[in-house]
């Protein structure tokens, strides 16, 4: 297996055709793990002459570095962002709720892309493009990483936004991962309509307040 970059560059992108005019898209998604709260997949086309310094895996940045980039990359590249809420994730289970996110933010797209690179090891069925899958992708490819951080911002300021109506369960501080603190909260206060009523733990809370007594 090929060693990752030190940091993700545009060499994918330059290896297609159609780099040069910047019609190559980046896809990633954000909240495919939490136990509350939507999936978002966002798609990234960046002008090849104005490509934002330090693009990285969203995972790698500060909340504050996330933001100044998520700013940049809003300015200077052509974005699409799409949402599944938790109630479709219940509904198609989140493998497809993800892949069905991320044609979304491809077809959000104001210029229609002539291929599209995809993390992970699924290319999401039905896209108006060409595409491929990229295993660790935010790692390698700049447009990938810079989907990853639109889509990481995106739904953090979502879940932020969530938590002043849902309070106590701390959405603004874990995203609705499965933290200590969320499960407890859960054991707690039972399930909010922002769980995910599909995933194990909600589950059980979710019987848990059902039981007399």
């Known amino acids: 297996m090929l060693a990752l970059p030190v940091q993700p560059d545009f060499s994918l992108e330059t290896a297609l055709p159609n780099a040069t005019r910047g019609l190559v898209a980046g896809v990633d998604e954000a909240g495919r793990g ?9 798609a990234v086309m960046l002008d090849p002459a104005a490509i934002p310094n330090g693009l990285n895996d969203s995972k790698k940045l ?9 700013d940049m990359i809003c300015r200077s590249a052509h974005v699409g962002v799409a949402a599944v809420s938790q109630c479709q994730i219940d509904r198609m289970n989140i493998r497809a709720a993800t892949l069905y996110a991320m044609r979304q933010a491809l077809e959000a797209l104001a210029v229609t892309p002539e291929h599209a690179l995809v993390d992970g090891r699924d290319v999401p069925p039905g896209l108006c493009c060409t595409a491929d899958a990229i295993i660790k992708g935010d790692a390698r490819s700049v447009s990938i990483a810079a989907a990853s951080i639109i889509a990481k911002v995106t739904r953090d300021r979502m879940m932020h936004a969530a938590s002043r109506f849902y309070p106590g369960y701390g959405f603004e501080r874990h995203m609705g991962y ?14 909010s309509r922002l769980h995910r009523a599909s995933f194990a733990p909600v589950a059980k809370a979710i019987e848990a307040s059902r039981k007399p007594g």
């Open 62 to 70: 500060s909340a504050g570095k996330r933001a100044d980039l998520f």
């Open 178 to 191: 499965g933290t200590a603190a969320h499960l407890d909260a859960l054991d707690r206060l039972g399930a």
């Open 34 to 42: 939490p136990l509350a709260g939507p999936v978002v997949a966002a």
